[in-house]
């Protein structure tokens, strides 16, 4: 399929095309979400106008302040009422009555429309917040704009895209869309997504895996060339989405999608069986975890455990981040969700691409280079701690995996090994059930850990190798940043030797290794991460049963030759050649 770039006419048939970031094809409306101002003029007014555009304020402030509420409503219900604080904070801001009468002097002051007038107070009241001494006064600028952004498409008679509250069938467009604004989407009504940034293993993307909606990320300038709530079809398989389809493609991508469920009925029957290859070797494959509400999909999917539940999304739209008690009762569903397998908690991921609402991490020039992950927990000690004994909270009596994410050098992980012990010991000293075992292990995800490798091994229970991360590091390639997508290569050799690095260092050091990026759940790739010699491989649970029948269909044996030889190879172009086709031989049926 070929995408056209040629302009588009409402009711004709246009394709564009991006980059795959999550598999699948749906039909739907399209919703354009910006975050945005919407422009607005200042048409002037006279005096005894003033009462009129007052009115026409607290009209707008009123049905700002019903869709709120029933955002609310409909996220407790979906999240669970402490997801809705921020709700809660905009509900005061849309009933500000200090807001109200600032409005009301500057009317009479400017005598400008109110549209224009509540935007100038709402930036000057916004910018008064920031510069407070108090950082919880200084977040509620955010929430300040954010309504303040509502109220006008209000006045303006415009609908504002809401991600949490969509009411229709829906495929959201988007500049960007942050993982922020994913963990919030309505699911019922998200068929997919697609934005003009973004690459396969940002963690927008990696959501809609587990959401298992199609997205196509990197569609440059798509915004200027769609028109709200016009008919498409999103096929996440080509990175193609197709605007005002004609009957004849909507009867094609029927068939991709019928054939497509079949191959996913025909996984089913393997629920149940060990992910062992032909000759013998057992993997264990287990889930990766976003959100709570993903927990039941695990039973299904045949996973042995979580081998990652990424708790930073519990962290991202709150205006206080979750105390001990809530941490603890969700990380004990997690467990739960798990049984009779184990679930490795990973503790806060801040930061990158994961930026909390409120709880600032202000911006920084390189993010991912920054102030992330265990960086921000060492010395953030009293949010880590926090989490550290709600994890060992979280299965009295039993077992309890934790690891730590970014480690980049010893120090690091002792660090986190000691606040670990501290946190065991304090809930020991004051009689408060917990784990009697807890197994900790380091992420290898940062190119100076995956070197010193077999200094770290001797100080945890396992690895699990983070190879979105460890690609991004290794080859200096933003993996949010579609521009250098091509470079982003987890088959580069140099990738590979680091991987073989630390299974070597697990294995002299006997403690287990997993994978727990993207590669795991991509069947191209499953060859070499068995041939690698890996222990556990984690995954979204909807790629699961795909991988597990991959395994089941290749030799162990045959994969290591196949490591040996890869890893020797030149590029990452040529490796990844190798896999594609070895995996279109292998099963063909899995490459849809
Ligand atoms: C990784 O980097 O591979 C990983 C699993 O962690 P995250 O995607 O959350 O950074
Ligand atoms: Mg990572």
């Not at 206080?320 to 679930?343: C, K």
Request: with cysteine; charged share 20%; glycine share 6%.
């Amino acid at each position: 399929m070929t995408a056209s770039d040629s302009a588009p006419v409402p009711g004709t048939e246009f394709r564009l095309a991006g980059i795959p970031a999550s598999p699948g094809v749906a039909t739907g409306q399209l919703v354009i979400f910006s975050h945005e101002e919407l422009p607005v003029h200042s048409t002037p007014i006279a005096e005894e106008q003033i009462e009129d555009e007052m009115r026409r304020l607290e009209v707008a402030l009123l049905k700002t302040r019903e869709q709120i509420q029933k955002i609310k409503k409909q996220l407790a219900h979906s999240l669970g009422a402490q997801q809705t604080e921020i709700f809660e904070a905009h509900l005061l801001v849309a009933a500000d009555s200090t807001i109200a009468a600032a409005v009301r002097r500057q009317l009479h002051m400017r005598k400008v429309c109110v549209e224009n007038v509540y935007q100038h107070v709402i930036h000057a009241y916004a910018q008064s917040m920031k510069e407070m001494e108090d950082p919880y006064l200084q977040e509620r600028a955010a929430d300040i704009l954010d309504v303040g952004r509502r109220v006008i498409h209000n006045l303006l008679g415009r609908k504002l895209a809401d991600l949490y509250a969509l009411d229709v069938p829906s495929i959201i467009l988007a500049h960007d869309l942050s993982p922020s604004d994913t963990a919030m989407l309505n699911r019922q009504m998200s068929l997919g997504f697609a934005t003009e940034v973004g690459s396969t293993t940002s963690h927008t993307a990696i959501m809609a895996r587990s959401l298992n909606i199609p997205a196509v990320v990197g569609l440059h300038n798509m915004l200027a060339r769609c028109e709200p709530d016009a008919p498409v079809i999103i096929d996440g398989y080509a990175g193609i989405l197709i605007v005002y389809p004609t009957e004849q493609t909507r009867y094609d991508y029927g068939q991709i999608a019928k054939r497509q469920h079949e191959v996913e009925q025909s996984l089913e029957i393997l629920r149940d069986t060990p992910a062992t290859t032909k000759d013998g070797r057992r993997l264990v494959l287990s889930a990766n975890v976003e959100l709570p509400e993903d927990l039941p999909l695990i039973a299904g999917s045949g996973a042995e455990g979580i081998g990652l539940y990424r708790t930073e999304f519990l962290f991202l739209n709150r205006v206080q981040f979750p105390n001990e008690d809530e941490q603890t009762i969700i990380y004990q569903q997690v467990v739960q969700a798990s049984l009779p397998h184990l679930a490795i908690i990973r503790t806060l991921d801040l930061g990158g691409d994961k930026l909390p609402t409120h709880q600032g991490i202000d911006p920084e020039p390189n993010p991912f280079l920054g102030w992330r992950a265990i960086r921000y927990c060492l010395e953030r000690p009293e949010i880590f701690k926090v989490q550290l004994r709600a994890i060992c909270r979280a299965n009295p009596g039993g077992k309890v995996r934790v690891m730590f994410p970014m480690i980049a050098t010893r120090e690091e992980l002792a660090a986190a090994l000691a606040l670990l012990a501290e946190a065991r010991e304090e809930l020991q000293a004051a009689g408060i059930p917990a784990a009697a075992e807890v197994e900790a292990g380091a992420m290898i995800e940062v190119p100076s850990a995956a070197l010193i490798v077999d200094r770290l091994a001797p100080m945890v229970q396992f690895f699990s190798i983070g190879t979105n991360d460890l690609t991004q590091y290794t080859l200096a390639a933003d993996r949010t940043n579609e521009r250098v997508a091509a470079l982003y290569q987890p088959t580069h050799p140099a990738v590979l030797i680091l991987i073989r690095q630390v299974v070597e260092a697990a294995r002299q050091n006997g403690i287990w290794v997993g994978v727990c990026g993207e590669m795991a759940s991509d069947v191209v790739m499953t060859p070499i991460l068995l041939g690698l010699g890996v222990d556990e491989m984690s995954m979204g649970s909807v790629a699961l049963p795909r991988v597990k029948k991959a395994v089941q269909s290749l030799h162990y044996g045959e994969c290591q030759a196949l490591a040996d030889r890869l890893i020797k190879m030149d590029s990452g172009e040529q490796t990844r050649k190798v896999l594609a086709e070895l995996a279109q031989q292998t099963y063909p049926e899995l490459m849809i």
